[in-house]
């Protein structure tokens, strides 16, 4: 079977190719569906597309060695996300970067999806500057969070799962942190 003829088969086809028959070529099937989509997570986290490629290539380093450990319960893409999340989360704990630079393109409407509809009029009324603040003052994992949900569209539980945290303690994070934008939102406005 060549590289051509799999391209029709799922992500959990692929898996079981590569780890029952040993056609491990075929890794480059899924590093074909998912680098891009890596590689713009980097950095929309690290802001520094020099690291985000390196961050991107260990990443698939680590997919691969571990893909054993893939289970197949979610969908391969939520692996990928949650595995590109976590590198780069202990990439910047560990060069002790707890400050991102400016989300550059980040989208006044992407922001206005974290709040509510009480906040949308003062949203209106911002400059895409001061949001982006507001949301560059926010704690790494309160961002991480937030744009998973509602950048990335991925499930509370989905979430929980792919960071580690109970159901309960996910929907309590992502409760506070979309509180403390709309605060920071609030005291910019107010300033």
């Not at 969908?75 to 780069?88: A, E, K, R």
């Not at 206005?112 to 009480?118: Q, V, Y």
């Not at 906040?119 to 309160?142: G, S």
Request: charged content about 35%; some cysteine.
């Amino acid at each position: 079977m060549n590289l051509t003829e799999a391209k029709i088969y799922s992500d959990n086809e692929i898996i079981d190719l590569i780890l029952n028959k040993g056609k491990k070529q075929l890794f480059e099937l899924l590093y074909d569906r998912y680098s891009e989509k890596v590689y713009h997570k980097c950095i929309l986290i690290t802001k520094d597309k020099e690291i985000s490629k390196d961050l991107t290539h260990d990443i698939f380093i680590k997919i691969f060695l571990n893909l054993s450990k893939y289970k197949g319960t979610s969908p391969f893409s939520l692996w990928v996300h949650s595995i590109s999340y976590n590198h780069c989360i202990d990439f910047l704990k560990k060069k002790k970067r707890l400050h991102l630079e400016q989300y550059e393109d980040f989208k006044h409407d992407e922001i206005s999806e974290l709040l509510d509809e009480k906040q949308e009029k003062i949203l209106k009324e911002m400059q895409l500057t001061e949001l982006e603040n507001a949301f560059d003052q926010l704690k790494e994992e309160d961002r991480i969070i937030l744009l998973m949900r509602y950048k990335d569209n991925i499930s509370v539980k989905d979430i929980a799962e792919s960071l580690g945290f109970g159901l309960s303690a996910l929907k309590m994070r992502l409760k506070r942190a979309r509180g403390k934008l709309a605060d920071m939102i609030g005291d910019i406005r107010n300033d």
